[in-house]
């Protein structure tokens, strides 16, 4: 079964610094995708950023970046040039390519942005 | 499109009444999941439906909860003779059953049973 760790319950980081939060997979899969979500508080999760396995390069949205280590099985996310909105939990999702379509997520990572 | 759309947004009940949810997803998605969320954890894995079908259901759903899509529209999440441990945040989401990928959540409905 697949399985999603994230070992970094709580983070923070000065407004403009950089921050890294990483994530840890488990699957026998070869094609699959995964995903870096944000939940501010009270309110909905929303995607951040998705990584499709068979891509070797890394996916990159504005500020947001991965790397993604498919032998390591790490999905680690970059988020340059912090912002107070950037304040959130983060989760790592995983979803395979094929057969079972749910999405695993990790326990989360809360990220707090220092003014 | 307003995206996915959950009713009620709160309910408070009693321990042993039942409840049901209500989920409306982007129109266009095939795909529609069930999570449970509690404080400071991970959405955890309900169900979900392709259409009409529910494909899966997490072994850890008890016979109190159930699921419906009727004509792959919206579905409804049922939990009989609620206890105290069903208090959390039931979140749906759905998805294009193509790319692309993701899943988009609704604002989920809080459960609270006194």
């Known amino acids: 079964a697949q399985t999603v760790t994230q070992s970094q319950p709580e983070m923070s980081v000065q407004e403009a610094e950089t921050v890294t939060l990483s994530c840890t997979y488990d699957?026998?899969?070869?094609?699959?995708?995964l995903f870096w979500y944000k939940q501010p508080p009270s309110r909905q999760m929303i995607l951040v950023i998705r990584q499709e396995a068979y891509k070797q390069q890394n996916a990159t949205e504005n500020r947001f970046s991965v790397n993604f280590q498919k032998a390591a099985k790490s999905f680690s996310l970059k988020i340059s040039d912090s912002q107070l909105g950037d304040t959130a939990m983060y989760f790592c999702a995983f979803r395979g390519f094929s057969g079972t379509y749910k999405y695993i997520f990790g326990t989360g990572t809360r990220l707090k942005v220092l003014a | 499109d307003t995206g996915v759309s959950q009713n009620p947004r709160h309910k408070i009940t009693k321990r042993g009444q039942n409840v049901t949810f209500r989920c409306d997803p982007i129109?266009?998605?095939?795909?529609l999941y069930w999570y449970r969320q509690t404080l400071g954890q991970g959405p955890e894995f309900l169900t979900y439906?392709?259409?009409?079908?529910?494909?899966?259901k997490s072994r850890l759903l008890s016979d109190r909860f159930s699921a419906e899509r009727p004509k792959g529209s919206f579905s409804t999440l049922e939990i009989q003779r609620t206890e105290q441990g069903d208090s959390a945040m039931y979140l749906c989401?759905?998805?294009?059953?193509?790319?692309?990928?993701?899943?988009?959540f609704g604002q989920g409905t809080r459960l609270t049973v006194v």
């Open positions: 129109s266009e998605h095939n795909r």
């Open positions: 439906f392709q259409n009409e079908a529910q494909l899966e």
């Open positions: 699957t026998s899969e070869n094609n699959y995708y």
């Open positions: 989401a759905s998805s294009l059953g193509q790319a692309p990928t993701e899943a988009f």
